[in-house]
């Protein structure tokens, strides 16, 4: 169970999940160390897509889980200093990733949150664990399946 915000409903994490996707609102995964261990891996990364999660912020991650989020396009970033456990995590922050714009492997970006119900603004950095140019690539695509598709188009088109 989770509680939806803004509307404070409790519900399935399920359901809360798709009356994001119905807001238009992505979702992010605060997470600790070895995220994906222990996971189906690729089924693992697949659910969090489905889900509509859009990054992963974790303290390190499973080798394997973490490409495997990449080629779902899903962006896996680490923390660079401290934990999620400092930040006094509400559920109710709302997630601004920057630099995107300009991402490129290993590059450092900054995470804002934003508390609506004291106006809190916490920053802080993380390395964004795209770790390849190929990577790069998938994750512009939307995930390696887009890559290829694409691919694949502008191959028949020509």
């Known amino acids: 169970m989770t509680k939806h915000y803004p ?6 994490i399920y359901d809360a999940a798709m009356k ?3 807001e238009g609102r992505p979702c992010v995964v605060f997470a600790g160390k070895e995220y994906g261990t222990g996971s189906s891996r690729d089924w693992a990364a697949k659910g969090a897509k489905l889900l509509g999660v859009r990054a992963v912020i ?3 991650f499973e080798r394997i889980h973490r490409s495997n989020l990449v080629g779902m396009g899903v962006l896996p970033l680490q923390f660079k200093i401290d934990g999620w456990q400092k930040l006094g995590l509400t559920g109710e922050e709302i997630v601004t990733i920057r630099g995107l714009l300009d991402v490129s492997p290993r590059r450092t970006l900054t995470v804002e949150l934003y508390r609506p119900s004291d106006g809190r603004v916490a920053r802080f950095p993380v390395i964004c664990r795209i770790d390849t140019p190929t990577e790069l690539e998938y994750f512009k695509n939307g995930g ?3 890559y290829v598709l694409r691919n694949l188009a502008k191959d028949a088109a020509a």
Do not use: I
Request: zero cysteines.
């Open 7 to 12: 509307s404070g409903e409790v519900m399935p």
């Open 58 to 60: 974790a303290e390190t």
């Open 144 to 146: 390696v399946l887009n």
């Open 20 to 22: 994001y996707q119905t």
